[in-house]
C-alpha cells in the first residue's frame, strides 16, 4: 500500500499518463454536465454574485443574457461550472496537502506581487475576450475539432515566449 501512495502521490508523474487522466475526466465531466471543461465563466459568475451583493443588479442585455451558463434555478455560486472551480481549488489544495508539497514561502522581492497581480489581470481580461482560458479555448477546444481551439494555441505560445521574455529581463 505504502508503494501505491507514493506512486500516485509522491513520484510525478509521466506527462502521457497525466494527459490520459485529464482526457478521461474531460469525456466523464461532459458526460456528466453535457458541458465541456472551462474555468473563466465561473470566476465571472463569482464576481457578478459579488456586484449583486452590493446592490448591482442590472443583469439585462448584458453578457448572461447572450451567453450566460445559468440555468432556471441556479445562482452564480451554484452552478456546474462554479461548483468545478471549487473542485478544482480543494483537489488541488488535497493533492498537495496528502503529498506533503505545501509550504508558506516568504516574498523575496515586492516586484514579484506586483507582477503576479498584473499578470492575473491580464489573464483574467484576456480570458473573457478569448471566450476562455487555456482549459475551455484550448484543452476542451481542440478535441472538439474547433478551428478556434489551435488559433488560440498559437498566441498562447506567442503569448507565453513574450511574457518569459519580459520576466528575464525585469525580475532577474
Same mark, same amino acid.
Given at each position: ?40 465563466? &465561473?470566476? =465571472?459568475?463569482? $464576481? ?6 452590493? *446592490?448591482? @443588479?442590472?443583469? %439585462? ?57 498584473? &499578470?492575473? =489581470?491580464?489573464? $483574467? ?6 471566450? *476562455?482560458? @487555456?482549459?475551455? %479555448? ?35
Amino acid at each position: 500500500m505504502n508503494k501505491l501512495y507514493e506512486n500516485i502521490f509522491k513520484t510525478p508523474w509521466a506527462y502521457w499518463i497525466a494527459g490520459i487522466v485529464l482526457s478521461l475526466l474531460n469525456i466523464l465531466l461532459l458526460m456528466l454536465t453535457g458541458s465541456t471543461w472551462r474555468v473563466t465563466s &465561473g470566476f =465571472l459568475y463569482w $464576481g457578478m454574485w459579488v456586484l449583486e451583493k452590493v *446592490g448591482y @443588479n442590472n443583469f %439585462a442585455g448584458s453578457y448572461f443574457e447572450l451567453y450566460g451558463d445559468i440555468s432556471p434555478g441556479e445562482t452564480f455560486l451554484l452552478n456546474t461550472v462554479s461548483i468545478l472551480n471549487l473542485a478544482v481549488i480543494l483537489g488541488a489544495l488535497a493533492s498537495v496537502l496528502i503529498s506533503s508539497e505545501f509550504k508558506w514561502r516568504k516574498i523575496k522581492n515586492p516586484k514579484q506581487v506586483a507582477f503576479g497581480i498584473f &499578470g492575473g =489581470l491580464l489573464m $483574467g481580461y484576456g480570458g473573457r475576450l478569448a471566450f *476562455g482560458c @487555456n482549459i475551455g %479555448a484550448f484543452f476542451s477546444a481542440i478535441p472538439s475539432f474547433s478551428l478556434h481551439g489551435w488559433v488560440f494555441a498559437i498566441f498562447m505560445g506567442v503569448g507565453g515566449i513574450i511574457g518569459s521574455k519580459i520576466l528575464m529581463r525585469y525580475m532577474i
